[in-house]
Structure formats: C-alpha cells, structure tokens
C-alpha cells in the first residue's frame, strides 16, 4: 500500500508519459487506416505535453528545487494550440484523398498521381 | 436565389459526402397525409425529388358508377377532406347543370354563406401546418382553436364535423337554425384580431421570411403548364378564380357581392385591406406569396359571408328540396369546375338514362398543384423541402381519389 | 498507516485511466471505438495536468484538445467510415515488428524516467504548495495571470531570481506569441482550400466515381 | 462531514470518499431539480402562449408532480436497441452528454461562496466541459446506426462548435473587464446597485449580452436553433433511436444546459446573486455586520456554537437571499429561451451557420475590442467616471508616458532586464488602478 501513501514525484510522470509516447508510436505504426495514425499523433504529442508539465510543476518537487518554472507549461500550451492546428490541416489531406481515392487505407495510396 | 444554383453546371460544394437516397415518408409527419418523397441529395443539397403518390386510393369514381348521384354525395366530402362542404357544392352543381335545372335565390345565397366558411377553415389548417412544418406550434394551436368554432356551426347545422353530405343537389333538406347567423356574426367578429395575430407570428416573422422568401418560386408560365390552379396560381401572378371566371351556372351565385380576386399583379396586391408590406425578398411565385394569398382570401371569405347572410335574410324565399333519391338521369353528359380552397375542383357526370351515372371523372387541384414540386424543389436544401410542400397546401384524399 | 495521500490516489486513477485507454485506442479494430478511447484518455490526461498544478493548462487542454479537435477527428471519422473502411486488419508481421520496436523504446525511457534521484517527489505530502517565487508584491496571484503576462512578454515570476543562468529569457514569449497566432491564420485558411473538392466536371484532374455507380431510384 | 464520520470511527479513506460522494449526491440533485423545473417551466409557460391550461391534474392544481411523473413513465418505457446500433456507444452517448453538462455545475457559484469547487479559472473550465457536451449526441447520433440520425449528429456538432467561438468571446469580453476568471471574484464584483452590473458597465457590454443570448439558445440547441431535432425534416434528429430512460439523461442533459447556459449569463452579465437593490448590504447580513447583522449574530450565535457549525448566520442569511437572486434570474433567462422557441418558426442549416459566422463573431470582436479601449480610458465603467470626473482619463495617460521614458545608454542585456523590471512596476501600479501615492515615487 506504500503508492498510496507516499508522495507523487516526477519520475512517476515520466513513466506516463512514456506509456503515452510509446502507445502513440505503435499506433502510428500499425493501423492502416489514415486516422488512426492520426490518432497516434495525438498521443505522440500528449506524452510529450505531459513531461514538459511534469518538469515545470512546483508541486511535483522537493521544496527549494528549480525545475523549468513556467517554460513548461508555455510550451505545452503552445504544443496544444499547435496540434490543433496540425489536426486541421492533416484532416483535409485526408479528406482530400479520400475523395480522391474513395477510400481511407493508407497502404492503397502507393501511386504518386493525384 | 436557388434557381440560378439550379443553371450552373459547376456546383461547387464543400465536403462531397457519396449520394443519399432519402424516402420522406408515407408516414413521414411533414407530408400532410400518405405521400412519399423519394430524394436523391447530395449532403445538403436536394438534387432530385420523386413523389409517389397512391396510398389512399379509394377507386372513389368507380364506385359513383353504382350509386345514384343522391347516394354518391357523401364520397365526396371525403375527397378534401379538409373543405367537405366545397366538394358537395361541386357536386351538386354539376348535377343541377346536366340535368338542366337551377336553385332558388335563397338557396344560392346559403350556399355561398357555408362554402366560403369552409374556405376560411381549409385555409387556417393550410396556416397551422405551414408554420408548423417550419417548427413554430403556436400559430397552429391558434389556427386549430378558430377551426373549431367554424365546425361547431357546421355541427349545429348538418350533425357532423367534418364529412357533411350537406349541400344536396337541388336544394338543402333544412335549412339553418335560428340564431345560426347571429352565432355567424359573433365568429366573424372575434375572428379580426386573430388575423392580424397570425400576420405577427408568421407573415411578418423575419425567420419565417428568411425561411419561405424566394424558396420554391413557381413562374406563371411553368404553373399554368402543370394545370396549377387556386391560390398557388394565384401567388403566381395569374389572376384567374372561377367565382368570377367561372361558368354561368357557378358566377351567378356570386352575383351582386362586392369582393376581389387576390392575386400580386405585377408584384402589387389588391389593396382594399390594411395588408403587411411585401418583403423585399420575396419574388413573386415563391412560397412566401402561396401562404400570403391565402391569408387575404380568407379577408375577402369574410366579406362575402357578411353580405351573404345580409342578402339571405333580406330574401323571404324558400329554400329548394333536394331531387328525390332515384331521379333518372338525362342521356348526355356534363362537366363543371369550381372553385374550392385548394384549386379547382372539376366533376364530370356521364348520364346514360338510368338513375345511375354511366361514368363519373373527378378532375382533382391538389393532384396539379404537386405535379411541379420535382422542379420547385431541386438544388434546394433539405429544410426548405416541407416549406415548399406545406405552400402547396395539398391533401392526398382528392389526389389518390 | 499515516494520512491517505489523496493526490496520490487521484494520479493512479487518472494515470490508469490515461494508459488503458491508450492501449486500448491501439488495440481497438473499429475506427469509431479507437476514437473513443483517444477522446477519455485526453481527458484523463487533462486531470493529470490539473493534478501537476497547472489549472489553466488542464482546462485548456479540455477545451482545445478535447473540444476542438478531437471534434474535427470524430468529424473526420464520421465523414470516411463508411462500410468496410470501419475495422480494417493488419497484418501480423506488422503487428510482431511494431511490438518489438515498442518494448525496447519503452524500456529505454523507463529507465531514464528512474534513472536519477532528485526526481523522486518532495519529502511531504504533495498538497503543501510551496512555490518559491510567489511573494506577495507580484501582480497577480493565480499561475493563468503569470502565465498571460509571460506570453506578453513580462517573466513575472522571474523577477527575483538570484542564479543567472536561470534568469535568462526575461523577455517572455511576445514574439512565439505572435508567430503561433500568424501561423494558425495560414493553417486554417490551407485546410479549408485543401478540403474543398474538385467538381465532378468532366476534364478536370479528379477521378470521379463512375455515373453506374450512382445508386438508381427504385421504381 | 468527513470528520463527523472519523469521529464515529470509520477508516480515514472510506470517511473521505463517503463525504466526496455525499457531495456529488447533493450537487447532482441540484442538476436533476434544475431540469426538472425547467422541464415543467417549459409545459406551463408553452401552455400559456397556446391557449391552455398546460398540466393540472398530477400533485395539486398546478400540476407540480408532472416531471417525476414523466420521469417514472419514461423509466418504465422498454429500451430498444436497434440492430443495426453499435452497442456500447449507443449506450454510453446519453451518459457522456448528462456528464458534460454536469460537471459545469462544479463549478457555478449560488451565492458568494457557495460553489462545490472555487476554480481560479472558474469561467475557462465552464467553457471547456461545455464543449463535452456534443461527443454524448456525435457518439449518440452514429451509434444509431440509421441515416437520419447520422444527419442530425452531424448538423448539431457543426452548429455547436461553431456556436462555441462567440460563446467563448462574449465570456472573454467580461474576464477582459472584471481581470480575473474566478466566478466567485466577478459575481462579488457586481455587487451593490443594479447599475453596478456588467450589463450597464458601458454600451459594449450591452451589446455583448444580447450577443451571448443569441450563442447560448444556439449552443444549447433551443428555439430558432434546434435544427438536429427538426421534427419536420429528420424526424428527431439523433434522437429517433432512443427510448426510455436513455431518451431521459438526453432530456436532462438540454434542460440542465439550458439552465446552465441561463445561470452563467446571470452570472456574468445580470450581476449573479446581487439583487437590483441590494438589500442583503443594507440590512447589513453581509460578513462585516451591518446593525441588525450584529442583532441576529447575538441571537443566533449561542444557538449555532452549540450545534457545532461554525458559520456566520448573518452572512449566512445574506447569502440565502443571494441564492435565490441567482435562481430567480437563471430561471427568468429559461422562460425567456422557452418563449422565443414557442413563438419563432426555426431556423434553416445554413443560416444558423451564416448567423454565427458573419454576424456573431464579428460583433462580439468589435466589442472585445470596445470594451479594452474603454476600459482604459474609463477604468471604472460609465458610472464610475459620471460619478468622480476628477480621477477620469488624465492620470490614466500620466501614469503610462513618466515609467516609459528610457534615461541613458546601458548595455543591452542591463537594459533588457531593467525593461523587464520597469514593464512589472508600471503593470503593477496599472493594476492598482493609479493610487496617486505611487506615481510621486514613481516619477521621481
């Protein structure tokens, strides 16, 4: 029972961010569907998100410690508007294709035409 | 403003979702009874409509060939059956002319009295449901609380409240109880105001503009092609109704009353009634037009009832017995069209001796004024489809017949 | 059995939360579900971020990520899912060698994660909120004021900084600021003319799906 | 209440999550009484504008019992799952969507201190759970399976997020005047006279409060908006599938958000719990005891000491009047969205979109912008500038031009720390609203 009792640091942080990234990438890797590597993006960039929190948080450390201050909760901020923005754009082509191509699956757009 | 999206050939579209094929209906709640609308759209976008009718088809002309015109009568209040009184009047009259007889003044002058109530309440019900199929209830509640007092004076003369078999041919069997047409008088004036209530919440509603304006516009051209008769002809810019254009046997009934046939003249309404102004967007044609002359029929219903019933009891007639129930039908035939609230409404009797017509043709208005609604409705957004359909103001009971 | 630390219990639920449905947004087959369980796991993320003491980052997140585009990815899902596109399989070779891959990266960045000592968490209990900097003359109190003032281009929070080195950066982030805003300006107006479809006219360069394809009105 | 149960003896953790769920109990009893009143506001009020009675019959003669009674007979209703439905979606979407609404009453005040969780960024947080709300109708409209509902999923989740960006705008507009997202600091703002509201703060704010009227019947999908149950058109929208209780949480999930919507206007424009005249301050029921504050402490302290609270009745009391304030208001914003959807006809897809996009956004910019010119130059509102002219804008462009004279060359990185320094100094006397005291030191 000790997790429950003693405090939460950063390392623990770390270990979901990690968990994040690394669902993220196999995401990435296996589905043949164009959104779901999409999707994989998106975890990708929360793991990320979360260490940057982890590192800028005053609550996560030992009192007196410097970590990055408030860099990183900027950059993760920055890091969401960014992937919203990015979600947009990624969206489109894949709209694009498929009205091109009828179809979503990633491993039918071998041609380089249209 | 959807015409010309209509002409180009480049639709430009956002997203192009594969077609749709949609069927609105039978029992779809916008389609004023059994119709099915097949669309072929395109996201949005309508790209073609077919209607299909049939549902309630009775093969009500080919058991007239059965009956004598005396029993036939209640068939055909359930034809509209939102203007039973209208259809008996055809009905009658038609009989009258073939077999060459004509009715008392008296008579004539009742008749007109109960015909053009009946028109009053078809046309509230067309109100109601309009503003109904563009999402406001209230002016239906308000339009449904008026038809029934007319139903009630219907009730206190013939017993029923919607299928009448009142106007016989030749005559009435009773003519109205006393007080009926003080009872009259009382609904025609609190009636005024819930006119120009309904003029507020619809008529001059900025969304109910925006939603009606320049949606579906029928050119006088394109309505006469398809036979469109009535106020939907009329919204056009035809000036043509049969109480004033119509045969002898029907103008004379109308004889001596002072009224005007609605109709926006070169974009200009009749102005005999403080009427709202026209919006700017409205074209001439449009739905918009379609529910505004009926609104300004039922103002001149109103003056025609008022003199009616002036003129009926100024008149110390009689009022005419009906024809006995087995009158031998002369060899010959006769066809007579007249004007009910939704268009007109023709009746063909072919008399081959017998008290039994040979054969009967019921010539129906709502069954022309749906035939445009493939062109009224292309390029058009899903939501305006119930729009243009509610302005039509059709029922299928005349049109599947 | 000292005092529960609550904030504790809170991360694990939240961490669960977040890594099982990240698992489960690789493991699910059909697209709909995979969007699903990518839209709680953000949200479990963005308790994390209330729980890192950044109140302001987790509500943006909700509102940004979860809000708005995780709404454009169902949108996008809805727009394409159509029949056998829902749940297409890979293969199992694909499957072995992403696994593989997977492993190894993960079991390298655990033991960075616990790799060095001063990130083991403060010695009492996380709830004790003990920010150095905060002192009672800064201009506003809550961390979205500082952190509204550090995009205009005042370190508010770093005004008392002894160390040099990490003075540095008192300029704040003005000119990331308005790069990101120009930026976002040019995105949004190529997607939309990405995602403008060619018309069907004949000539133009876009394969248009065969007229028989059309599907006929049922007679 | 935690410690009531430790103090019977119960483990440390199972007190703490009993009282946590005890809260929720009660916050969520709060939401369910919110829709439930509005769900028999709707019936009454659209009776009235129809000519009837509207329900009289169920528990006394105005019909109060008529919601749970509804509530029962949809309970009782069977569930039908249609086949062609992706289960757990389908099941879950009602859920999703009662949740999001849900949580924003986490977050709304009642009254000055009453609120479940006092949020620094109270009014971003509304905003962000608000936005949840549509996945529970994507979710519902796609799991059904059927076209219709596909469509209306898809017409709601536009007109929602596109709804969401004046929405969020018209909240900035304010956060912009009151400095400060705590909902709980911008209600305390407002107290005082009527003419203290933000509304009458000065023309923009006026103006920005009809706009949020406009997003908040479209974002909670009423009246001339309620395109994706657009009975004429689409049968019911996403709606056409379910039945029973799951047709129940969606039910409650638009009331709760119609309420919701409703009360954060209040809160934001209408002045919250401050009443027009505010008579809470006057009878003195206010933490600092006015006369008969401190006469009812006197009575009432003992009383309260020996039941163990430790509350202040006065400024207890004074909240209670605050409270009903607040939902007097949220409901008069409810039977206003219930009037317009029962006497407007609705409103087409596209110009729901056109409405939002070309004149919403726009309009609420403007004001944005309005409203920063004006605050700088009259920091107090209208009113605060016809009441002292003396302090109106010439110490405002005094305190500005004296801290941003640069005096003599220093080395770059000096320079850019020392403009650091003086940009936090001349912020903080700004923010301090120009005491006179400062600017003689400051310019000296």
């Known amino acids: 029972m000790s997790l429950f009792t003693e405090p939460i640091g950063l390392s623990h942080f770390l270990v979901v961010g990690a968990v994040l990234f690394v669902c993220g990438v196999i995401c990435m890797a296996t589905k043949r569907n164009v959104l779901g590597v999409l999707m994989g993006i998106e975890l990708v960039l929360n793991g990320a998100n979360l260490n940057f929190v982890a590192f800028g948080s005053s609550v996560l450390r030992p009192a007196g410690t410097e970590g990055i201050g408030m860099d990183g909760q900027m950059i993760a901020l920055f890091v969401i508007v960014l992937a919203a923005a990015e979600a947009a754009v990624a969206l489109a082509i894949a709209l694009s294709y498929y009205h091109a191509h009828a179809t979503v699956d990633v491993d039918r757009g071998d041609e380089l035409k249209g | 403003m959807q015409a010309?999206?209509?002409?180009?050939?480049?639709?430009?579209?956002?997203?192009?979702?594969?077609?749709?094929?949609?069927?609105?209906?039978?029992?779809?709640?916008?389609?004023?009874?059994?119709?099915?609308?097949?669309?072929?759209?395109?996201?949005?976008?309508?790209?073609?409509?077919?209607?299909?009718?049939?549902?309630?088809?009775?093969?009500?002309?080919?058991?007239?060939?059965?009956?004598?015109?005396?029993q036939y009568l209640p068939f055909?209040?359930?034809?509209?059956?939102?203007?039973?009184?209208?259809?008996?009047?055809?009905?009658?009259?038609?009989?009258?002319?073939?077999?060459?007889?004509?009715?008392?003044?008296?008579?004539?002058?009742?008749?007109?009295?109960?015909?053009?109530?009946?028109?009053?309440a078809s046309h509230l019900v067309a109100a109601g449901c309009f503003g109904l199929d563009l999402g406001s209830f209230t002016p239906f509640m308000w339009t449904f609380r008026e038809r029934e007092k007319i139903v009630d004076l219907f009730e206190e003369i013939c017993g029923a409240r919607l299928t009448y078999s009142y106007l016989l041919p030749g005559g009435v069997t009773a003519g109205p109880p006393d007080g009926w047409f003080g009872r009259c008088e009382a609904f025609l004036d609190q009636f005024e105001p819930v006119i120009d209530e309904l003029h507020a919440v619809l008529t001059n509603n900025a969304i109910f503009i925006k939603r009606t304006a320049g949606i579906g516009v029928l050119p006088p051209e394109m309505a006469i092609d398809y036979g469109c008769t009535g106020p939907v002809l009329r919204a056009s810019g035809v000036d043509w109704d049969l109480r004033r254009d119509g045969e002898p046997i029907y103008t004379e009934m109308y004889d001596g009353y002072t009224w005007q046939v609605i109709a926006p003249i070169n974009g200009r309404y009749p102005d005999d009634h403080p009427y709202p102004p026209v919006p700017p967007e409205a074209v001439v044609g449009d739905s918009w037009h379609r529910f505004f002359v009926r609104m300004l029929e039922v103002v001149q219903s109103m003056y025609l009832i008022r003199q009616g019933i002036e003129k009926y009891s100024a008149d110390?007639?009689?009022?005419?017995?009906?024809?006995?129930?087995?009158?031998?039908?002369?060899?010959?035939?006769?066809?007579?069209?007249?004007?009910?609230?939704?268009?007109?409404?023709?009746?063909?009797?072919?008399?081959?001796?017998?008290?039994?017509?040979?054969?009967?043709?019921?010539?129906?208005?709502?069954?022309?004024?749906?035939?445009?609604?493939?062109?009224?409705?292309?390029?058009?957004?899903?939501?305006?489809?119930?729009?243009?359909?509610?302005?039509?103001?059709?029922?299928?009971?005349?049109?599947?017949? | 059995m000292d005092a529960i630390n609550w904030h504790g219990c809170f991360f694990l639920l939240f961490a669960a939360v977040a890594c099982g449905f990240a698992v489960a947004v690789v493991v699910a087959g059909n697209i709909v579900r995979m969007?699903?369980?990518?839209?709680?796991?953000?949200?479990?993320?963005?308790?994390?971020?209330?729980?890192?003491?950044?109140?302001?980052?987790?509500?943006a997140q909700l509102m940004v990520y979860v809000g708005g585009t995780m709404v454009l990815l169902i949108f996008g899902v809805m727009l394409t899912a159509r029949g056998p596109l829902v749940s297409m399989k890979t293969g199992g070779g694909q499957w072995v060698l992403a696994l593989v891959i997977g492993v190894a990266l993960f079991a390298v960045l655990l033991q960075a994660a616990t790799s060095s000592s001063a990130w083991d968490g403060p010695r009492e209990n996380n709830l004790v909120r003990h920010d150095p900097v905060q002192s009672e003359e800064s201009v506003t109190q809550d961390a979205a004021g500082q952190l509204g003032l550090g995009l205009l281009g005042v370190r508010e929070d770093k005004i008392r900084q002894e160390n040099?080195?990490?003075?540095?950066?008192?300029?704040?982030?003005?000119?990331?600021?308005?790069?990101?805003?120009?930026?976002?300006?040019?995105?949004?107006?190529?997607?939309?003319?990405?995602?403008?479809?060619?018309?069907?006219?004949?000539?133009?360069?876009?394969?248009?799906?065969?007229?028989?394809?059309?599907?006929?009105?049922?007679e | 209440m935690a410690e009531l149960l430790i103090s019977i003896s119960t483990p440390d953790w199972l007190a703490h999550?009993?009282?946590?769920?005890?809260?929720?109990?009660?916050?969520?009893?709060?939401?369910?009484?919110?829709?439930?009143?509005?769900?028999?506001?709707?019936?009454?009020?659209?009776?009235?504008?129809?000519?009837?009675?509207?329900?009289?019959?169920?528990?006394?003669?105005?019909?109060?019992?008529?919601?749970?009674?509804?509530?029962?007979?949809?309970?009782?209703?069977?569930?039908?799952?249609?086949?062609?439905?992706?289960h757990i979606l389908f099941r879950i979407a009602p859920y999703i969507s009662f949740c999001a609404v849900f949580c924003v009453f986490l977050a709304l005040p009642f009254a000055n201190g009453w609120v479940a969780v006092e949020l620094n960024a109270?009014?971003?947080?509304?905003?962000?759970?608000?936005?949840?709300?549509?996945?529970?109708?994507?979710?519902?409209?796609?799991?059904?399976?059927s076209k219709w509902s596909l469509y209306g999923a898809m017409r709601e989740a536009a007109q929602v997020v596109s709804y969401e960006i004046p929405l969020g705008l018209c909240v900035v507009v304010i956060i912009l005047l009151t400095g400060t997202m705590n909902l709980v600091a911008i209600g305390n703002q407002q107290a005082g006279w009527f003419f203290n509201w933000h509304i009458f703060h000065d023309p923009f704010t006026f103006v920005t409060f009809w706009v949020y009227v406009t997003c908040a019947v479209a974002s909670s999908n009423r009246a001339p908006f309620d395109l994706p149950e657009a009975e004429s058109e689409l049968v019911a929208g996403f709606l056409t599938e379910y039945s029973g209780f799951r047709w129940v949480?969606?039910?409650?999930?638009?009331?709760?958000?119609?309420?919701?919507?409703?009360?954060?206007?209040?809160?934001?424009?209408?002045?919250?719990?401050?009443?027009?005249?505010?008579?809470?301050?006057?009878?003195?029921?206010?933490?600092?005891?006015?006369?008969?504050?401190?006469?009812?402490?006197?009575?009432?302290?003992?009383?309260?000491?020996?039941?163990?609270?430790t509350l202040d009745p006065a400024a207890w009391i004074g909240n209670l009047l605050g409270m009903c304030n607040f939902i007097a208001k949220a409901f008069l914003g409810m039977t206003f969205m219930i009037w317009l959807r029962w006497t407007l006809p609705r409103l087409r897809i596209d110009q729901v979109i056109t409405t939002c996009l070309k004149y919403c956004v726009p309009i609420v910019s403007a004001m944005l912008a309005g409203v920063m010119l004006w605050s700088f130059f009259l920091p107090g509102g209208l009113f605060a500038a016809l009441t002292q002219p003396a302090s109106f804008p010439r110490s405002a462009w005094e305190r500005t031009d004296s801290t941003l004279r640069v005096d003599g060359p220093q080395d770059v990185g000096e320079m850019q720390e020392e403009a650091g320094t003086r940009n936090v100094t001349a912020l903080r006397s700004h923010a301090e609203h120009g005491n006179e005291g400062n600017i003689q030191e400051e310019s000296r």
């Open chain 3, 35 to 59: 969007a699903c369980c990518l839209v709680v796991s953000l949200a479990a993320v963005a308790g994390l971020f209330f729980l890192a003491g950044a109140e302001f980052l987790g509500a």
């Open chain 2, 76 to 120: 055909t209040d359930r034809l509209d059956y939102l203007a039973g009184m209208n259809m008996n009047l055809g009905w009658a009259l038609t009989v009258e002319k073939l077999l060459g007889q004509r009715v008392s003044e008296k008579t004539r002058r009742l008749r007109v009295i109960i015909a053009e109530l009946n028109r009053i």
């Open chain 2, 316 to 401: 110390d007639g009689e009022l005419d017995k009906p024809i006995e129930i087995r009158k031998k039908l002369p060899k010959g035939e006769a066809y007579l069209e007249t004007e009910a609230p939704k268009g007109q409404m023709g009746f063909m009797i072919v008399g081959d001796g017998s008290a039994v017509p040979w054969r009967v043709r019921i010539r129906s208005s709502s069954f022309c004024n749906i035939s445009p609604l493939p062109e009224l409705c292309r390029g058009v957004l899903i939501a305006d489809m119930p729009a243009i359909l509610a302005s039509l103001d059709i029922v299928l009971g005349e049109i599947d017949r």
């Open chain 4, 17 to 86: 999550i009993i009282a946590a769920l005890v809260q929720c109990a009660l916050l969520l009893a709060i939401a369910l009484c919110s829709a439930a009143v509005g769900i028999w506001l709707e019936r009454k009020v659209s009776a009235r504008i129809q000519d009837r009675l509207g329900p009289t019959r169920v528990g006394g003669r105005f019909g109060w019992l008529q919601p749970p009674a509804d509530g029962l007979k949809l309970i009782c209703k069977e569930d039908i799952i249609p086949a062609a439905a992706d």
């Open chain 4, 122 to 145: 109270g009014a971003f947080f509304l905003l962000a759970v608000a936005g949840l709300e549509i996945f529970g109708v994507i979710l519902g409209g796609y799991a059904s399976g």
């Open chain 4, 249 to 309: 949480f969606f039910f409650m999930g638009e009331y709760a958000s119609m309420f919701v919507v409703s009360a954060l206007g209040a809160l934001l424009f209408l002045g919250g719990w401050n009443g027009p005249v505010p008579i809470a301050s006057l009878l003195g029921l206010t933490p600092e005891h006015g006369a008969i504050g401190g006469w009812i402490n006197t009575i009432l302290g003992p009383i309260i000491s020996m039941l163990g609270l």
């Open chain 3, 164 to 218: 040099k080195v990490l003075r540095g950066g008192m300029s704040g982030y003005l000119l990331a600021f308005e790069i990101i805003s120009v930026h976002l300006v040019v995105v949004l107006v190529g997607a939309a003319y990405l995602a403008r479809a060619r018309r069907r006219v004949q000539g133009s360069g876009v394969r248009t799906p065969s007229p028989e394809s059309r599907t006929p009105i049922p």
């Open chain 2, 4 to 70: 010309e999206r209509a002409k180009s050939d480049t639709v430009e579209f956002d997203v192009r979702t594969d077609e749709m094929l949609i069927n609105m209906g039978p029992q779809h709640p916008s389609t004023h009874g059994v119709l099915r609308v097949v669309l072929r759209t395109d996201g949005e976008v309508v790209s073609e409509v077919t209607p299909h009718i049939g549902y309630l088809h009775r093969s009500a002309e080919k058991i007239a060939e059965k009956l004598t015109v005396r």
